[in-house]
């Protein structure tokens, strides 16, 4: 099976702080995303990475940045966390040529910032 | 729009039929989704259908396309507790990306 981790299921930050959210998946896939979730809002892409060191804007990036040094690791980075970025975080893993494309979710962390 | 349209919350009593309605933006979408999320955890691929296919049924789910208004269904034949969720239909785009639409809660009646 599948697997996406993410590095913690809640996380408590004061307005300022840098904040960092891990996921890491064990399928060698090359697609990994993070979205957010708002009640009302659904789910909203921020960043996705098709390859090792490389990162594309999804529709809200402002606010956030990411990394991937290693193909099963994709980091979210808030470099000065703010109390709208109060949201869950999903973070999700799929391949190029899969079956329908289907992603894999990781579990999601509810971010809170004070 | 480029918005994939669906209703936010929907009730139905143990033992009925659950039918959630959704509207697409892209003719071209080659897979359409339901993605299915219970409480405290991530999003799971619950069912697909191909786009050129106008009906699939697995066990208790039946999707139902109809491509020329862009609208999407997924029925829950002898709902349970257990479907109690939020069903997130989502469409791909050209460029792969895949777009969800607001996610329909589900609200089981006993």
């Known amino acids: 099976d599948v697997k996406v981790t993410q590095s913690s299921r809640y996380l408590v930050k004061r307005t300022g702080e840098k904040v960092f959210l891990e996921c890491v998946q064990d399928m060698d896939h090359e697609n990994m995303f993070w979205y957010r979730q708002d009640p009302g809002l659904g789910l909203r892409l921020i960043y996705f990475s098709y390859d090792v060191k490389m990162k594309e804007k999804g529709d809200i990036p402002e606010g956030y940045s990411v990394s991937r040094e290693k193909k099963e690791r994709f980091s979210l980075i808030l470099e000065s966390a703010s109390t709208n970025q109060t949201s869950m975080y999903l973070c999700?893993?799929?391949?190029?040529?899969?079956?329908?494309?289907?992603?894999?979710f990781g579990p999601g962390t509810r971010l809170t910032v004070l | 729009g480029e918005d994939v349209e669906q209703s936010l919350f929907l009730s139905v009593r143990e033992g009925d039929s659950s039918v959630i309605n959704c509207t697409y933006t892209d003719s071209s979408s080659t897979y359409l989704y339901w993605y299915k999320q219970e409480p405290g955890a991530g999003l799971q691929l619950l069912t697909y259908i191909f786009s050129n296919m106008d009906m699939k049924q697995d066990q208790r789910l039946t999707v139902l396309l109809n491509k020329k208004d862009k609208h999407l269904s997924l029925r829950i034949a002898d709902t349970q507790t257990g479907d109690s969720a939020i069903y997130f239909c989502?469409?791909?785009?050209?460029?792969?990306?895949?777009?969800f639409g607001k996610g329909t809660r589900l609200h089981i009646l006993p």
């Open positions: 999700a893993s799929s391949l190029t040529q899969g079956r329908y494309n289907e992603q894999f």
């Open positions: 989502a469409e791909i785009h050209r460029d792969d990306k895949i777009i």
